[in-house]
């Protein structure tokens, strides 16, 4: 064996748990599918909030462990990707969240008239705010430095990777409903809308968890990204004109001039969706090794991404 661990899978939560393991002082290698800027996590929006994930108990502690990396990684936003920017969450009362919400700074119940849109309540709150593409390169930069390659390798199980080192960390996504198998893991699509920015410094979100129709839009530099969907077990890889227009009309009836802004892409992602919510496992492979999962994040893989990577880290290593 010429690893101490094999990281399987190279999104956010892939790259974050192979960093801690390595800053342990583990020999890491990350085997990835896709490249780095062509996983799900590279489509995301990315604000910070749990949103779309269970455990609610165990997802608090996760959320505020991720939440206070994003601060820090902030101070130095060109390089990492990470702002703190303002912005409000639409429908929801402060009174309605847990515990957790006590930690979130700047964190403040709105009176009507200050929530844009047709809505009635909301919040406001200065987040982390997460541009990927660069957040991921410079996650490969910080792996690169402390001597994680990351491999582009397709894998049909583990045994391949338990052959190879002998703790194996299973953090493949949507994948994993075939590679574990793992019939609790359904896609859930969301589907975005990428357009020149008219001049909106401020994200905003109005995203029922029950509902397939979410609104939001992000500001990221050079660009506004519009979302979104949430349409549970739909598969198809491919932007619909039908959905892209419903994006933009939802979003412009709480900013009118995102009506009139010129599109420059579509995304598509699916998200890794888990009925019982995330899965954060350690059992034994066959010839004395380990495999650790670390899979099922939905929507929120960004939000959590640290938490989960040291709980993941703790199993991998004890």
Not at 5 to 15: K, T
Not at 225 to 239: K, M, N, S, V
Request: charged share 20%; with cysteine.
């Amino acid at each position: 064996m010429s690893d101490d661990v094999i990281v399987v899978g190279g999104g956010i939560i892939g790259l974050t748990t192979a960093l801690t393991l390595a800053e342990r002082g583990l020999r890491v290698r990350v085997w990835s599918r896709d490249a780095v800027t062509g996983t799900t996590s590279a489509v995301a929006g990315a604000l910070w909030w749990p949103y779309r994930i269970e455990p609610a108990d165990e997802v608090a502690g996760w959320s505020l462990e991720s939440l206070r990396v994003y601060e820090k990684l902030a101070g130095d936003a060109a390089a990492t990707g990470v702002r703190i920017v303002a912005g409000v969450h639409a429908d929801m009362v402060l009174g309605d969240l847990g515990d957790w919400a006590r930690e979130v700074p700047e964190l403040r119940q709105l009176a009507s008239a200050e929530v844009p849109g047709p809505y009635g309540a909301g919040l406001a709150a200065r987040l982390p705010l997460i541009d990927m593409p660069v957040h991921l390169t410079w996650l490969c930069g910080r792996l690169e430095a402390a001597g994680v390659v990351v491999e582009r390798r397709t894998v049909t199980g583990f045994a391949e990777a338990a052959r190879a080192a002998r703790v194996v960390v299973n953090c493949t996504g949507p994948a994993a409903g075939e590679l574990v198998p793992d019939a609790r893991m359904r896609p859930v699509r969301g589907q975005l809308v990428v357009v020149e920015n008219p001049g909106i410094a401020e994200w905003f979100t109005a995203a029922d968890a029950a509902s397939s129709e979410t609104t939001y839009f992000f500001p990221q530099p050079g660009r506004l990204i519009l979302g979104g969907t949430a349409q549970e077990d739909d598969e198809r890889p491919d932007p619909d004109p039908a959905d892209a227009a419903a994006i933009v009309a939802r979003c412009a009836r709480v900013r009118p001039e995102i009506a009139d802004a010129r599109v420059l892409g579509h995304r598509v992602g699916l998200r890794p969706a888990r009925s019982g919510g995330v899965r954060i496992a350690a059992e034994p492979l066959a010839g004395g090794g380990r495999l650790v999962h670390n899979y099922g994040h939905g929507g929120a893989g960004v939000t959590v991404a640290w938490g989960c990577a040291l709980r993941a880290a703790e199993l991998a290593v004890g």
